[in-house]
């Protein structure tokens, strides 16, 4: 699913970590009373911000007045409660996620993260909490709005977020002009509204909220078995990351996530599409 760091990048900031923080003291779940999750605020369906206070909101730590929303926010609730503690969200940007876990500023991620072989190598995950597909997005008058494989976008200009499996997953497509990668999806969805693009790849949850705010003027494309993208489990999975010491916090979050069926998380899902931001 959702974006890969440079591994080399992270094993560099883990050893300087390491190295200032050489006795990185481990969650306590007998004395700690809150649970404090990183995610952009910035992913919906997933996770964004908002103004506006409602059932599912919980506020974003250091922001007065903004809170933030979404299916992650409603599954890092869940497993708060289920462990007894208070959540806490704090908005940090995607490239930033992993050093201020490795640093200790938050103790999970919870950001539609995916559980690549890459990040294990720096972090812990716990078992998926969410399996998504990867599409591609489209205007409805362009040349590949009746595409079916990615066959069809041969030669086509395609974009995806910064930093993210989505980029990697453009050179799968044959002679494929590969743009240069854009920081968020609200640019994304400007760059082929104003024609600069032919598509973007995301996951369907992303690309289902971005179409149904531009019901007129953008459509998704999903794959056939086989007339895809070739990922693994880990790319189509996300997961919550920890650090690799918090054996006894993982154990826990597995057995919430345990507890949370297969349908429960897909009406979460479900109401997080039809809540998200236009």
């Known amino acids: ?4 760091f440079s591994i080399l990048g992270l094993l560099g900031f883990a050893v300087i970590v390491t190295a200032c923080n050489p006795q990185t003291t ?5 004395t700690e009373t809150e649970i404090v999750v990183g995610l952009e605020a910035a ?28 299916f992650d926010i409603v599954m890092a609730q869940a497993i708060a409660d289920d462990l007894g503690l208070t959540l806490v969200i704090k908005a940090i940007e995607w490239d930033g996620l ?3 876990l490795l640093a200790g500023e938050i103790d999970v991620i919870v950001a539609g993260m995916s559980p690549t072989a890459e990040r294990a190598q720096t972090i812990a995950f716990s ?17 590949y709005a009746n595409a079916t494989t990615l066959a069809d976008f041969d030669g086509a200009s395609v974009v995806a977020q ?27 969805t400007t760059s082929l509204l104003s024609n600069a693009s032919d598509a973007f790849v995301a996951e369907l949850p992303v690309a289902q909220g971005i179409v149904a705010a531009n019901p007129d003027t953008l459509t998704l494309i999903r794959f056939a078995d086989g007339d895809g993208f070739d990922v693994t489990i880990e ?30 998380r897909n009406s979460y899902m479900e109401d997080a599409l039809n809540r998200q931001p236009s």
Do not use: C
């Open 162 to 188: 910064l930093g993210t499996l989505q980029d990697d997953l453009i050179d799968q497509i044959t002679n494929v002009d590969h743009m240069s990668a854009l920081d968020d999806y609200a640019t994304l």
């Open 127 to 143: 078992d998926a909490y969410y399996a998504s597909e990867q599409v591609m997005v489209v205007r409805t008058d362009g040349d």
């Open 235 to 264: 790319d189509v999975t996300v997961a919550v990351g920890l650090r690799q010491e918090d054996t006894n916090l993982l154990a826990a979050i597995n057995d919430a996530l345990n507890a949370i069926t297969t349908e429960t």
């Open 43 to 70: 992913y919906a369906p997933f996770n964004w911000s908002t103004p506006t206070e409602n059932d599912f909101t919980v506020a974003i730590d250091g922001q007065t007045g903004m809170f933030a929303d979404g």
């Open 1 to 4: 699913m959702k974006k890969l």
């Open 98 to 100: 992993i050093p201020a």
């Open 26 to 30: 481990s969650f306590d779940l007998e």
